[in-house]
């Protein structure tokens, strides 16, 4: 993940950057460990020459790997952040070197025990490491079989203690070490939907707090008592439970299943292009994040991925897994994700996906950010005269509004307007924004004729929604899991297992017949039909419409703010207000027994 520059306003915990998977800082060097430890052995008892030759050699190979081993890593943080190609063969050799590294150890550990002193915390160091090689895999990738990798390793760190002994050294880095093993841990189940590992993960991670902050007069008691506060508000986000009968809670994926998108009819005609690259951009003040991923890119991450699979399972192999085996089915989308970047930042990053965008394929983008609004009279209509959404600045915000004030001519700075996007328009380009000021990418201009939609989401929400908007935005809420939507438009907060798998059988119907709205009419721009033929962009086209609809005929949502928007825009009568759709909606509030607070025919309510 990317961070932007950090705004002066606004305190945020120096250790929650740390927890994306990027590689800490390496320590000033030291000697090798071979240096001295045949003095320790001398010291023990023994004389240096009683080493038996293999022994010795055992030792000696073993420290260089792990020397080896850390420079590699330590060298990953100097590698681009963007760009698919550079990083692969020094990723290569990294990890080439730590499985070396782990199957070394597993297999002279009596000798390494005796003659190197090895402790179980080094071990689970080398297994903390491969976890983030294949977190970061995952990064790089967007293959989600590598975060169940990740998982096994920080699983077994965890079961087999690893860490156990390092409370009792009187070493307060070695317990940070600890600490952050357990923050990347949360990062990757909360990735992989293990929601009930993150909340025992939780009441581990603050009791060892607890005890770090106690044994150690520390200055990081703040910072990573705020990384707890982050991670119990990013687990309580979605505003809707589903229970068992024994009223435990069931933990659902928001990940494209095989019957996730609808399935295209037989002789449809829609256009071959395919989801190849994503940015997915967070900049919303104050909504709840953990480890650089807000809510709402948490949710649009998932969104555009498949349910994962496990690498060993699939090959048949048994133990580490070389992220060079791909499994054989279709990719996930390239993804980067930018917390709060800067102009420069993002414009560095989308233009390396665009330069790197293979043919017939399509770039997203993925704007949930704070809208800004134009200051001052403009007597123009063109793609700088709307505002758009914001960018970080290293300036402070309020000398900025000041600066501002002066000269309200001029055209913000920190904000990345529809103008901004024009040049990316050469090949298609598929753009969602979730932003207050979302309608300024209501008049783009197609310059090039490539395929272009933007889908835009309401500007305001009725105030009774107002209050939660910390917790993640509704529309993308909707594009993400429109039945928890649903259910929270409709004022309901819990619901049984039994129901959510009826009304998610309903939706599955629903969305195939929006499908066929959208293939079927006749006054469609073709835009969304060239888009069509991918699973994941038919998805959110289909939630698009399903939302837009169900706020249509909302008695709460009234006002034309309200709405989501597209450009281009969508026939209404044929879509969003298409009277055998709103039946559907009708017939699933009834099933919830919600359906006084929809309109029986919204239409005559315009």
Not at 37 to 50: I, N, P, Q, R
Not at 136 to 156: D, G, P, V, W
Request: with cysteine.
């Amino acid at each position: 993940m990317v961070r932007g520059a950090r705004q002066s306003q606004q305190p945020r915990s120096r250790l929650a950057p740390r927890l994306s998977g990027t590689v800490e800082k390496p320590p000033r060097k030291r000697k090798s460990r071979t240096e001295f430890t045949l003095k320790e052995t001398m010291s023990s008892g023994g004389a240096e020459d009683d080493i038996p030759q293999g022994e010795r050699k055992t030792v000696t190979d073993f420290c260089y790997l792990l020397d080896k081993s850390k420079q590699l890593f330590n060298g990953l943080r100097d590698l681009p952040q963007y760009g698919q190609k550079q990083w692969q063969s020094y990723f290569g050799r990294t990890f080439d070197v730590y499985t070396k590294l782990w199957k070394f150890q597993q297999q002279h550990r009596q000798v390494l025990d005796n003659r190197y002193g090895l402790k179980r915390w080094q071990i689970g160091e080398i297994a903390s490491k491969i976890g983030q090689l294949y977190y970061h895999y995952y990064l790089r990738t967007s293959e989600t079989s590598y975060l169940n990798e990740a998982f096994s390793f920080y699983s077994a760190i965890r079961q087999r203690s690893y860490y156990s002994q390092v409370n009792k050294e009187d070493r307060p880095e070695l317990v940070v070490k600890k600490l952050r093993y357990y923050a990347r841990f949360i990062v990757v189940c909360l990735l992989l939907n293990k929601m009930d590992v993150v909340k025992d993960l939780v009441k581990e991670l603050s009791d060892e707090i607890e005890d770090y902050t106690h044994r150690f007069n520390t200055e990081d008691q703040v910072e990573w008592n705020l990384v707890l506060q982050e991670v119990a508000a990013f687990i309580e986000a979605d505003p809707v439970m589903v229970l068992n009968d024994d009223n435990t809670i069931v933990i659902t994926s928001n990940r494209l299943a095989e019957t996730g998108a609808p399935l295209l009819e037989q002789g449809m005609i829609v256009g071959q292009l395919s989801l190849a690259d994503a940015l997915i951009i967070g900049n919303c003040n104050n909504q709840v994040k953990f480890s650089e991923l807000t809510v709402d890119m948490f949710r649009m991450l998932q969104a555009l991925e498949r349910e994962p699979m496990n690498l060993a399972s699939q090959m048949n192999k048994p133990g580490i897994q070389e992220p060079a085996d791909k499994p054989t089915r279709r990719e996930n989308p390239h993804k980067y994700l930018l917390y709060k970047p800067t102009f420069s930042q993002l414009y560095t990053f989308l233009a390396a996906s665009f330069k790197e965008l293979p043919a017939n394929s399509v770039l997203l983008i993925y704007l949930s950010a704070t809208g800004v609004f134009p200051t001052g009279r403009s007597d123009g209509e063109g793609p700088y005269d709307f505002g758009g959404v914001l960018t970080n600045s290293n300036r402070d915000i309020i000398n900025g509004d000041a600066i501002h004030k002066r000269n309200q001519s001029h055209k913000e700075m920190h904000c990345l307007h529809p103008g901004d996007l024009y040049p990316f328009t050469r090949k298609p380009l598929f753009i969602v924004v979730d932003s207050s000021n979302s309608v300024a990418y209501k008049n783009f201009t197609n310059l090039f004729g490539q395929p272009l939609v933007c889908l835009l989401s309401p500007t305001a929400y009725p105030k009774a929604l107002q209050d939660q908007s910390q917790r993640g935005s509704l529309f993308t809420l909707f594009l993400n899991n429109p039945l928890m939507a649903f259910l929270f438009v409709s004022g309901l907060s819990s619901m049984r297992r039994g129901l959510w798998e009826k009304c998610q059988e309903y939706l599955r119907k629903i969305n195939r017949d929006i499908a066929q709205l959208l293939t079927h009419s006749r006054s469609i721009d073709q835009a969304f039909l060239q888009f069509f033929g991918d699973e994941f962009l038919r998805l959110l086209l289909t939630r698009f419409v399903f939302c837009s609809a169900t706020m249509r005929m909302h008695k709460a949502f009234r006002e034309t703010r309200n709405y989501p928007e597209s450009y281009p825009q969508l026939p209404r009568d044929e879509t969003v207000e298409n009277p055998h759709l709103q039946k559907h909606i009708l017939e699933l509030a009834s099933i919830l027994d919600v359906r006084n607070i929809f309109f029986e025919n919204s239409m005559d309510d315009y």
